[in-house]
Structure formats: structure tokens, C-alpha cells
């Protein structure tokens, strides 16, 4: 039927902005059209909110808030919120549109998806959620209706924060419940609450559903699927498809959890756990075969409903799985369908269900027999647990009649944490009924952390190194003021990485201070930088030939190990006799402007350029080490007297 002349809304312009074009689908709490915001010439998807809830002041505030917090919520996965607002009796969202189609869709076209493709769509979902409760946000209502798969491979998810407006409208009704049952978490049936655990628990339930192709409960009623959440335990997917990773089986266990506090804690710890499985999964995971799935040995599950779900920017017409607003009361405690409610109901008393008393004597009587059977067998075989998660192995091993110790973890390369490494007996071994199992957990790769020896002396840092499982390698000198000789300045890899047992880590040890060669240099520069690098100089005179007032000789010798506060004997030239350079009093003219040329003054400079300056100025350079700190530090012959061109100068740096 044309929307256009069944819809009031198509058409519109709605709140002077955006031009209504058509509807693209109706949900539970909503209407989606796609629409042109004329002040920016964009398409958008505008979401307009049922009149009922629209009617509602406490959902308008709350629809108002939950809006600008999504609004703020910006990761690639999400759907991204434009703007809210009203016009007349209408409360609508403008979100981005985003042209493709819902995971309903794709599992409506497909039934199931191999693991590894299951994981490449779950893993972008559990980024979005993880996002949001990282920024307070609880979505409440995850499924794949709320999925959309871009025409461009990309995945995002929608309606952050509606299920908690549409709660807060209802706060005057008593138990309440928001949600999609299929995907309901325990808590939210019992109780209404609702936390980062629960889109958890609905994530888990959504991959079972990708790669099984169905949901794992179905009852002719919501009381009867909302039962069996609170109630059962979610069958593993390997239970329908022998062929599926136990890696899946893990996650989807640990995600659906009953009790809150056993799953995940929010959906980023369950998006590294996907990472990690998607990452040891075999890179083709097979062709999805074209035979029937078993049946779950719990119960019988539904096949798929082939319907197209509500989303911004998608295709279609009502939703098939619709967000649930309804009086928890009606799920838990309303009569089955096609049985009409006692008048006397709401004054009665507790009274028994005399079918399921009746089908629990029976479940006795059937596991008295198996008892019984198994009593008269002289051996069974130990079963297969290896490489599977330690706590479902030990549930499968205990439903078979074993008994279970859970032996110490080890520590293991291969095989992931907390799955089976050993079993003892091994697996395949013949053993009299109600034997004892021993199963050992891979503790994962073990590593050690690089221990902080610095400031240790050598022979201790080597020892520390040693007592946790490394290596001492390579010691290297490296020179420090700061740190004394024969310490530890830092090791390679640093203190604190974790390494594999064995590995090798270099110390890097510190040589103290090393005595600058300060030959030739003029006793005043001298004292001045050995007395700033923290040495103690002391000075004897003698007669030489050399420059008077300069060093001549220097004990301990440069380039020596030596410690902060050292004494350095410097032997020097006479002070106290007259000398002249070699050029002067000769008869060179070295004057300025008659042919001599003035001695830069290069001090202080850094030693490259003062170098470059000296050179350019028609002088040979030579260049030794001082203190080693990158600038000139003394100079000889001083700066500013003439010199002829090709003199040498001495720089200390």
C-alpha cells in the first residue's frame, strides 16, 4: 500500500526542518521515515515515537536526556543522533541514515553464518556497546533488528537509550518490563533491572542465533520464552552444530550466565574475549552445510521469522521481534495461551502445576534408571574434554557420571588460558562408571616481568635477574653523573616487560664520570670546568716551553673511570713567564687589515657551528673532549686576537 496516502506524517515538513519523503518501517516504539533536513541538504533517518508514549510527559523528559547522551556517544559503530525534538504531537530523533539492510535481513536470507563471520559481526557491536557503557550508556534492547550492515561492509547499531525512555514513562506501572523477550536477560524478567550485564547476556543470545540460525528458546507465549530465561541454562551451539568451535561454545556460556556476576562485566570485556577466539579460529571456517540442525536436547527452538526489521535508514514494514512493553506480571504468572484466567485466580493461594510435578517424577524415575544402567556396566570411556573450557568440560564430565577435580593450572604456549590441558586418565581410557577426572586448566603463556634493579651493582642485578627465570646478557658501560660507578642505570627490555622464561635482558652499568682530556688548556678554564663537573683540581707549576699558565699534563690520564669528587693533579706550564705566540714578533704582519685575521670568540657556542665559524673564518679546528656536553667549554688561542689564516684553535666541548 502507498504510504503516501495512508501516512499523515509523509509529505510534511516537520518541525519547519525536515521534509518527510516516505516511511520505511514501524516497530514497537517508533515509526522510521526517510527524510531531507533542508537547512543542511542532507538525507536523514527521523524517528518518530508512538503517540502513545509522545503523550507521556515523564517518557518526553526522559526521551529528551536519553537523546543528548547518545547524541555525545561518537564511535564508528553507532548510529549517530543528529537531533530530537517536537513538533506538535509528534517526538522524533533525526538520525544519520544508513542505507543497507538489518542482521534480521541477512539471517532471514542466510539462516546462519560461519563462526568466523559471526565473530566479524559481533565484534564491531560489542565495540559500540562497549563504547556506551563505557560512557554510562545501557542500551537495553539488543538484537538484530537494532544491527544495520552498511552497503559498505561496515556495522552499526541503533536505538541507544529508547527502551530506558520508554521505562521512565512507565515508572507509575508496577513491574513493568522493557525489552524484546528472545533476548531478555533473567534480571530484566524478574526484577526490571538492567546494566552493561545485560546487553551482555542479549549480545550472547545474538550470537547463538548467528551461527545457529535460530534463537535458543520458543514458547507459544512470552510468558513461556521469559520462563525458560530465568529458569534454563542457554544450550551451547555446538549442541545444534557438532562442527562449532568450542571457542564459541566459551563465549556464548559465559555471556548468557543467569547469574549477572558470572558473565562478562561489560561488553568490552566480552569484545577482547571475541577478539581472542576470532583470532585462533582457522581463517576459512567452512561452507554452512545445506542438511538440517539437530534439535537442542533441552527443548525445541524456532525457526527463523522471516520478516524485516525496523532501523534507521532500512527497508520494510513491521518488525518481528517488537520491543515488549508489558506488565511483568502477565509473563510470569498469566495462565497459557488458549486457557482462559480462573475468576477466583487473584484470591487463591499458591497451587501447584501438577504437569510439571508430574514430569519431575518422572525426570527422577528416568535418572534412577541411567543410574541403574550404568551400574551394570563394567567400564566407560573417559570422554573427549581436551581443548574445551575447563568449566563446561567439568559440567560434561560430572553429567556423565564422573567425579571432577579441578587439578592446578599450568602454564602453557599453545593452548589459551582456562582451557582443558590434561586430563588424567586420558581421554579415551576405559574406566569403571563414577571414576575421578582430573582436569587441568592451561594457565596460558607464562611470562615474567623485567625486576627493577637499577641502582643494584652488577653481580646483585644479575642475581635478581636469574631468581625470577631470566637471563643476564650483555653489560654495557654507559657514563652518568647522577648514578655511581658500578650501579645499574636501566635494563634492556625495561624494568616491568613481560618476557618468556629464559630470555635475555642487558644491563646497562654506569662508569661514573670520565676524566676530560684538559692538556692545553689555560689553568683558569680548566679549574673552572672540573670544579662545575664536580672533580677536586689541584695545580703544580713547572718550567716548559709551552703556553705559561696551561696543563701540561693531568693525572688520572683522560678518559679514565673515575668517581664524583675526584682529585685531579694538573701539572702546568710556568705562570709566571713571559710568552709570546709563534707569530708574534716576526716579521709577519698579522694585524688587522694587513693581512692578519681576528680569532673568533667561540665560547659557549655549540661545537658544530663554532667549528663551521672557525673554518670559515680561514682557521684549523681541533676538537676535544671535555666534559661532552655540546658546546664550547674552552678555547686556545682566546678569541679576538690576530692570527694568520691556518693557525690552529683548540676547542673543549
Not at 155 to 167: M, N, S
Request: glycine fraction near 8%; include cysteine.
Amino acid at each position: 500500500m502507498d504510504t503516501t496516502l495512508t501516512d499523515p506524517l509523509v509529505g510534511r515538513l516537520l518541525d519547519g526542518r525536515y521534509r518527510v519523503e516516505s516511511r520505511i518501517a514501524r516497530g514497537g516504539m517508533a515509526t522510521v521515515y526517510l527524510a531531507l533536513d533542508v537547512r543542511l541538504d542532507r538525507t536523514v533517518a527521523v524517528k518518530v515515537m508512538h503517540r502513545s508514549l509522545a503523550e507521556d510527559p515523564a517518557f518526553v523528559r526522559r526521551f529528551i536526556g536519553e537523546a543528548k547522551s547518545v547524541a555525545s556517544l561518537s564511535h564508528p559503530n553507532v548510529v549517530q543522533v543528529f537531533d530530537q525534538g517536537t513538533d506538535g504531537d509528534n517526538v522524533y530523533l533525526s538520525m544519520e541514515y544508513v542505507p543497507g539492510r538489518t542482521l534480521r535481513d541477512v539471517l532471514r536470507e542466510r539462516g546462519r553464518l560461519p563462526a568466523r563471520e559471526a565473530l566479524e559481526v559481533m565484534i564491531p557491536v560489542l565495540a559500540a556497546l562497549g563504547a556506551a557503557h563505557q560512557a554510562g550508556l545501557i542500551h537495553r534492547d539488543v538484537k538484530p533488528e537494532n544491527v544495520l550492515l552498511t552497503d559498505d561492509g561496515r556495522v552499526k547499531v541503533v536505538d541507544f537509550g529508547l527502551a530506558r525512555a520508554v521505562e521512565a514513562s512507565n515508572q507509575t506501572r508496577t513491574g513493568v518490563m522493557i525489552g524484546t523477550i528472545g533476548y531478555m536477560s533473567p534480571e530484566q524478567v524478574t526484577s526490571g533491572a538492567a546494566d552493561a550485564r545485560s546487553d551482555v547476556y542479549a549480545a550472547g543470545i545474538m550470537l547463538f542465533e548467528l551461527v545457529t540460525g535460530r534463537q535458543p528458546y520458543e514458547g507459544e507465549t512470552p510468558m513461556s520464552v521469559a520462563y525458560r530465561h530465568v529458569h534454563d541454562t542457554v544450550p551451547m551451539p555446538s549442541a545444534l552444530l557438532p562442527d562449532c568451535p568450542p571457542l564459541l561454545d566459551t563465549l556464548v556460556a559465559q555471556a548468557t550466565a543467569r547469574d549477572p556476576a558470572n558473565r562478562p562485566a561489560d561488553a568490552t570485556a566480552m569484545l577482547v574475549a571475541a577478539v581472542e577466539a576470532h583470532r585462533t579460529l582457522p581463517r576459512e571456517s567452512g561452507p554452512i552445510p545445506s542438511g538440517p540442525v539437530s534439535p537442542i536436547p533441552t527443548g525445541p527452538v524456532p525457526g527463523l521469522v522471516p520478516a524485516p526489521a525496523v532501523a534507521a535508514g532500512m527497508a520494510g514494514g513491521v518488525v518481528p521481534n517488537p520491543t515488549l512493553i508489558q506488565p511483568r506480571a502477565d509473563l510470569l504468572t498469566g495462565p497459557p495461551a488458549g486457557q482462559a484466567p480462573s475468576p477466583a485466580a487473584g484470591r487463591r493461594g499458591f497451587r501447584p502445576n501438577w504437569f510439571l510435578v508430574a514430569l519431575a517424577v518422572v525426570m527422577v524415575v528416568a535418572v534412577g534408571v541411567t543410574g541403574w544402567l550404568f551400574s551394570q556396566t563394567d567400564t566407560v570411556e573417559v570422554p573427549a574434554l581436551l581443548n574445551k573450557n575447563i568449566t563446561l568440560a567439568a559440567n560434561e564430565a560430572r553429567q556423565q557420571g564422573f567425579v571432577v577435580e579441578i587439578g592446578e593450572a599450568q602454564h602453557d604456549e599453545e593452548v589459551p588460558k582456562d582451557i582443558v590441558l590434561r586430563v588424567d586418565p586420558a581421554p579415551k581410557t576405559e574406566v569403571k562408571p563414577g571414576s575421578k577426572l582430573v582436569l587441568v586448566a592451561s594457565a596460558g603463556p607464562k611470562r615474567v616481568n623485567v625486576p627493577n634493579v637499577v641502582g643494584m651493582d652488577e653481580s646483585a642485578a644479575k642475581e635478581k635477574l636469574a631468581s625470577v627465570g631470566l637471563v643476564p646478557d650483555d653489560v654495557k658501560g654507559q657514563a652518568s653523573e647522577t648514578v655511581p660507578r658500578g650501579q645499574v642505570i636501566r635494563t634492556s627490555p625495561g624494568v616491568g616487560t613481560p618476557l618468556k622464561e629464559n630470555s635475555k635482558v642487558d644491563l646497562i652499568v654506569s662508569k661514573g664520570l670520565v676524566m676530560p682530556d684538559v692538556r692545553g688548556m689555560h689553568r683558569d678554564q680548566a679549574d673552572q670546568m672540573l670544579r662545575g663537573a664536580g672533580f677536586n683540581p689541584q695545580f703544580v707549576e713547572q718550567n716548559d716551553s709551552a703556553q705559561p699558565c696551561t696543563v701540561i699534563a693531568q693525572d688520572p690520564r683522560p678518559n679514565a673511570e673515575v668517581d664524583k669528587g675526584a682529585v685531579v693533579n694538573l701539572t702546568l706550564s710556568a705562570c709566571s713567564v713571559e710568552w709570546h705566540w709563534p707569530w708574534e714578533g716576526n716579521d709577519q704582519n698579522v694585524t688587522e687589515g694587513s693581512g692578519g685575521v681576528p680569532i673568533p670568540n667561540v665560547m659557549f657556542k655549540d661545537i658544530r657551528a663554532a667549528r663551521d665559524e672557525l673554518r670559515a673564518a680561514g682557521f684549523k679546528v681541533e676538537i676535544r673532549r671535555g666534559l661532552n656536553r655540546g658546546r664550547v667549554l674552552a678555547q686556545t688561542p682566546p678569541g679576538g686576537q690576530p692570527a694568520p689564516a691556518g693557525t690552529r684553535v683548540t676547542l673543549w666541548h
